[in-house]
């Protein structure tokens, strides 16, 4: 199983991005999925996750501001990011809960970081 993740870039303060991240492999269920963060010199954060049904939780920091998103169909999860802020400057990696063959327990997989930048 693999997870790529894409979409992050060079943006000024209060622009828009849009990450996704597309689990590919051996699939047979993704449970839940959730992007996460990492700034220099800090600990990796959770940014937002998204369970099998659709329900959303965020950070208090990007409530608001960022919105999750999943396509089961295409075992694909989206993190719409606006208004975006200088603090929010950091690796973007995406994670996901990923059921291989009927029943089995969920493994965590994650991406590899995309890198968002925020300029002020």
């Known amino acids: 199983v693999q997870l790529q993740a894409s979409g992050g870039g060079l943006v000024q303060a209060g622009g828009s991005l849009r990450l996704s991240c597309t689990a590919s492999?051996?699939?047979?269920?993704?449970?839940?999925m959730s992007w996460y963060r990492q700034a220099p010199g800090k600990q990796r954060e959770l940014v937002a996750v998204?369970?099998?049904?659709?329900?959303?939780d965020y950070r208090d920091s990007v409530k608001g501001r960022f919105t999750i998103s999943r396509d089961n169909a295409k075992d694909t999860a989206y993190l719409q990011m606006n208004s975006l802020k200088f603090e929010d400057t950091a690796d973007y990696y995406c994670?996901?809960?990923?059921?291989?063959?009927?029943?089995?327990?969920?493994?965590?997989?994650w991406g590899q970081g995309t890198q968002v930048t925020v300029s002020s």
């Open positions: 998204i369970g099998s049904g659709g329900l959303t």
């Open positions: 994670r996901a809960s990923i059921v291989s063959s009927r029943g089995s327990f969920p493994t965590a997989y």
């Open positions: 492999g051996n699939i047979f269920r993704i449970s839940d």
